[in-house]
């Protein structure tokens, strides 16, 4: 599993370095039933900070990164953040696994054929898309270290604080 996903990406990052998605770009959608059965749309979170993180059971840093990401749900989803977690591991007994050993309470869709993955094209796992109030692609994190947590932290910060009236560069 870890050669296809790996050989996915490197396909997907030489074949389409053109087409990598980058700030200001309207995100692909997502379009699929999250652990709850209830179909993720991008449109109907306009107006709200998403952010969307490609991660895998196999993936260290994605270990690391999860329990940060959790905080940042608990602590501003009242203010506007909606956390989406897209999974690509090919067997859902590893993902269920992972979440049983580090249990999360944001969204999470399984993404087995890595149809999302291949929309967005991430470079590394994890890799995480701010979707600001206003619709439109904000930032690109990839990968994950501890010192991370700050800046992504602060990109969420940065977000909420604009209102999708004055987030002039998310309507351009």
């Given at each position: 599993?870890?050669?296809?996903?790996?050989?996915?990406?490197?396909?997907?990052?030489?074949?389409?370095?053109?087409?990598?998605?980058?700030?200001?770009?309207?995100?692909?959608?997502?379009?699929?039933?999250?652990?709850?059965?209830?179909?993720?749309?991008?449109?109907?979170?306009?107006?709200?900070?998403v952010l969307v993180d490609f991660w895998a059971s196999w993936c260290g840093p994605c270990?690391?990164?999860?329990?940060?990401?959790?905080?940042?749900?608990?602590?501003?989803?009242?203010?506007?953040?909606?956390?989406?977690?897209?999974?690509?591991?090919?067997?859902?007994?590893?993902?269920?696994?992972?979440?049983?050993?580090?249990?999360?309470?944001?969204?999470?869709?399984?993404?087995?054929?890595?149809?999302?993955?291949?929309?967005?094209?991430?470079?590394?796992m994890p890799s995480s898309y701010f979707i600001g109030r206003g619709g439109k692609l904000?930032?690109?994190?990839?990968?994950?270290?501890?010192?991370?947590?700050?800046?992504?932290?602060?990109?969420?910060?940065?977000?909420?604080?604009?209102?999708?009236?004055?987030?002039?560069?998310?309507?351009d």
């Amino acid at each position: 599993m870890r050669v296809r996903v790996f050989t996915l990406l490197v396909a997907l990052l030489v074949g389409s370095t053109a087409a990598a998605l980058k700030a200001g770009d309207i995100p692909p959608p997502i379009d699929m039933p999250d652990q709850h059965g209830k179909k993720v749309v991008l449109a109907e979170l306009k107006g709200k900070v998403v952010l969307v993180d490609f991660w895998a059971s196999w993936c260290g840093p994605c270990k690391q990164e999860m329990p940060v990401l959790e905080g940042l749900h608990k602590k501003y989803a009242d203010q506007g953040l909606v956390i989406v977690g897209i999974n690509i591991d090919n067997n859902p007994k590893k993902m269920n696994s992972f979440l049983r050993g580090t249990p999360v309470s944001f969204r999470i869709v399984h993404d087995p054929k890595i149809t999302i993955a291949q929309r967005y094209e991430p470079s590394t796992m994890p890799s995480s898309y701010f979707i600001g109030r206003g619709g439109k692609l904000r930032y690109i994190h990839e990968g994950f270290r501890k010192k991370d947590a700050a800046e992504i932290e602060d990109r969420v910060k940065g977000l909420l604080a604009e209102h999708v009236d004055s987030g002039a560069r998310d309507r351009d």
